[in-house]
Structure formats: C-alpha cells, structure tokens
C-alpha cells in the first residue's frame, strides 16, 4: 500500500506562476522526500527533509514538513516549461522501509 | 556515463515465459531496489537488497524473484510471466547518509518497459 498521497493529481500553470503540491502520509517516518521523473524516465532526487525539520529549500525548490498533521509540501517557485514533470513524494521511516506516493503530474505552459 | 543502467530497456515477451532484468550500477552503493511503475500507482517495491548476501521482499514480491551477483549487479527474474506484470521497472541505488537520523536518497536507472502479450 501507499504511504504518501499528493494532491493534487495534476497542477497545470502558466510559465511564471508558482507550483505547490502537497503529499500527506500515514505513519511516523525518518525522512521524506521529493522525486522528480520526466515521462517514461527514471526518478531524479530534488530534496529529503528530516522528520526535525519544519522547511528546506534547494533553489527554486522550498519544501516543509509538518509531522503533527502528517504532511508535507513543496513549492517550486518561477516555474519554468523545463519544470514539466510528475512529482512524487517518498517517505522512509525506522524500518528502513521507503514507500512512495501516485505522485502529481504537473505542466507548466510556456 | 549513467551511474545505474538497465538492460533490456524495452521487451515483449509472451505470457509463461521466463524474463530476466538486469541492473548494473557504478555509484559503490550497497543498498539496491527493484521497483514497479503502473499508471496512477505511483512506485512500488519488489525487492530490496543491502549487500551481496542481504535479500528482502517489498510490498509486492509473488511472481519475482531477484538475485545480487556482486555489489554492482541485482537482477530482476519473472519466472513465468503474466500479462498483469506489464508495467515499467525500475531498479535503484541507495547508500546511507550517515547522519543522526539516518536517510538516503536514491538513485533511479532509466527503467525496463516490459509488455508481457
């Protein structure tokens, strides 16, 4: 089963705007973390935030964590046609187990 | 060169038949995954190895099986493969970070799109 779950399933913007998905998970967790896949490819790490953190940002990438409500979420700001991808979150907890969510499909129109 | 490669990268195969996937990796990590891709899923784990003699199941191990020949190779064996295993494979690599609370990122092969008729 999944642990997280993004919202929305699919986001489509104008080239400018800012992007925000959210993902919300089940249980306790160690990390989670962003991936980035361009259609059929393989998924690309963007940032991991740790269960002690509440925000973190990588360039255009700001991400938070609110453990209370079991959520996370990421904002990609200035968003580029480049940024034209689905976006998953995966969650790691103390098992060692990742699980990762049915991921957002977001489009950026130039 | 890529850091995780995967061959075959595309295949039809027909349903009983027996497949392999192999994955091959560069990066020195110990930790390796096989991972399934279908619409609206997202990824789901198959199998995860953290060294040569270290195998595990994930969520959705029946119908596979792997084996980790060195560090660098984990493949990926549908003994008799069945049309419901059509989907995109990934295999993925991971070493531990070391910090306090631990947590890894890992990294994904271009994927195997398997079609099984």
């Known amino acids: 089963s999944q642990q997280g779950e993004e919202d929305p399933q699919a986001l489509s913007i104008q080239e400018g705007e800012n992007a925000t998905m959210n993902c919300s998970y089940k249980t306790s967790i160690n990390n989670l973390q962003w991936y980035r896949q361009n259609s059929g490819r393989g998924l690309v790490h963007l940032i991991l935030i740790r269960s002690n953190e509440r925000e973190k940002h990588s360039g255009r990438l700001r991400v938070t964590l609110d453990t209370s409500k079991k959520s996370s979420s990421l904002l990609i700001t200035a968003s580029r046609a480049a940024d034209t991808a689905s976006y998953f979150c995966a969650t790691y907890d103390n098992n060692n187990d990742m699980r990762f969510g049915a991921g957002t499909r977001l489009t950026v129109k130039p | 060169d890529a850091d995780v490669t995967q061959t075959p990268r595309n295949r039809i195969t027909k349903t009983g038949k027996r497949i392999m996937l192999e994955c091959s990796q560069t990066k020195g990590h110990d930790r390796m995954y096989w991972y399934r891709q279908d619409p609206g899923l997202g990824l789901r784990l198959i199998y995860y190895s953290f060294d040569v003699k270290d195998i595990n199941k994930g969520e959705i191990s029946d119908g596979y099986s792997v084996s980790r020949q060195a560090q660098a190779k984990f493949s990926l064996s549908l003994e008799s493969a069945i049309p419901n295993q059509t989907a995109l494979y990934f295999c993925?690599?991971?070493?531990?970070?070391?910090?306090?609370?631990?947590?890894?990122?890992?990294?994904f092969g271009p994927g195997t799109r398997l079609t099984v008729t």
């Open positions: 993925a690599t991971s070493d531990l970070l070391g910090e306090v609370q631990g947590g890894y990122e890992q990294y």
